[in-house]
T-cell receptor
Framework: SQQGEEDPQALSIQEGENATMNCSYKTSINNLQWYRQNSGRGLVHLILIRSNEREKHSGRLRVTLDTSKKSSSLLITASRAADTASYFCATAGGSQGNLIFGKGTKLSVKP | KAGVTQTPRYLIKTRGQQVTLSCSPISGHRSVSWYQQTPGQGLQFLFE???????NKGNFPGRFSGRQFSNSRSEMNVSTLELGDSALYLCASSFLDRVNGYTFGSGTRLTVV
């Protein structure tokens, strides 16, 4: 079953604009991870934020985590056409180490 | 440093047949997980192996099985294939997954006809 729900399901922006994707989840977590997937290929790990962290940066990526609201957001600044992909949040929690994925946000960045 | 290698990349099988997919993790990674991705159900966890032991299993029927070898390479097997098994099967390996996350392979696209 899905744990995370991304919002929006699809997002279309122009190059140079910022893209914000949101993720909500249901149960307690150890960490939350964001992945990118290009056109039906494998997933690429972008960033991991632990449950005791509130914000994390990596290059043009900024992730926030609000455990009280069970939500996270991924901000991609100054988007490029190469950022066009599907983005998934995934939670890891409890005694089980497996990831539970949301359904993803499909981002399209137009040149 | 080689990534996670999955073979084959594409596979077409007939209903009722069985299939074996292979995954070679990144050198030094002892944890290997398998996921199924379909348009309808999204990404769903199949199972995880660590040091040749199944550590965790998702909610899939017994037709789905896997194993891990002493060199950490893993295989998953699906018996008595059904049309609904058509999916992208992704393998992921990890070293300290709770710190570093997972590295995924490019997947095996299985089509059941």
């Amino acid at each position: 079953s899905q744990q995370g729900e991304e919002d929006p399901q699809a997002l279309s922006i122009q190059e140079g604009e910022n893209a914000t994707m949101n993720c909500s989840y249901k149960t307690s977590i150890n960490n939350l991870q964001w992945y990118r997937q290009n056109s039906g290929r494998g997933l690429v790990h972008l960033i991991l934020i632990r449950s005791n962290e509130r914000e994390k940066h990596s290059g043009r990526l900024r992730v926030t985590l609000d455990t009280s609201k069970k939500s996270s957001s991924l901000l991609i600044t100054a988007s490029r056409a190469a950022d066009t992909a599907s983005y998934f949040c995934a939670t890891a929690g409890g005694s089980q180490g497996n990831l539970i994925f949301g359904k993803g946000t499909k981002l399209s960045v137009k040149p | 440093k080689a990534g996670v290698t999955q073979t084959p990349r594409y596979l077409i099988k007939t209903r009722g047949q069985q299939v074996t997919l292979s995954c070679s993790p990144i050198s030094g990674h002892r944890s290997v997980s398998w996921y199924q991705q379909t348009p309808g159900q999204g990404l769903q966890f199949l199972f995880e192996y660590f040091s040749e032991t199944q550590r965790n299993k998702g909610n899939f029927p017994g037709r789905f099985s896997g194993r891990q070898f002493s060199n950490s390479r893993s295989e998953m097997n699906v018996s008595t294939l059904e049309l609904g098994d058509s999916a992208l099967y992704l393998c992921a390996s990890s070293f300290l997954d709770r710190v570093n996350g997972y590295t995924f392979g490019s997947g095996t696209r299985l089509t059941v006809v």
